[in-house]
């Protein structure tokens, strides 16, 4: 199984960027999808979880501006990310639970300046 995770940039406060993580090498089926951040100095942090019903959890700080979904035909999982600010500046991962396994994407850096 392999994670690929893309979208990452530099953009402004108050812009938006949307994460694309594509699944590979299994039937598009995880038990569980989820977006991970870490930023410099800091432990990784769980942004948001998309479970294989569709149910979603955020952390606080992100509700009501990111949102998480999957496309299974594509099998492809998205962040869609709105009203940037600065601390959301980190490396952002995509993780996904198979078969009580846990898989890694490579990380997308996700830059906001003030």
């Known amino acids: 199984v392999q994670l690929q995770a893309s979208g990452g940039g530099l953009v402004q406060a108050g812009e938006s960027l949307r994460l694309s993580c594509a699944v590979s090498?299994?039937?598009?089926?995880?038990?569980?999808m989820s977006w991970y951040r870490q930023a410099p100095g800091k432990q990784r942090q769980l942004v948001a979880t998309?479970?294989?019903?569709?149910?979603?959890m955020y952390i606080d700080s992100v509700k009501g501006r990111f949102t998480i979904s999957r496309d299974n035909a594509k099998s492809t999982m998205y962040l869609q990310m709105s009203s940037l600010q600065p601390e959301d500046t980190s490396v952002y991962y995509c993780?996904?639970?198979?078969?009580?396994?846990?898989?890694w994407g490579q990380g997308t850096q996700v830059t906001v300046s003030s």
């Open positions: 993780c996904a639970l198979i078969g009580g396994s846990e898989y």
């Open positions: 090498g299994n039937s598009f089926s995880p038990n569980a």
């Open positions: 998309i479970t294989r019903g569709g149910s979603t």
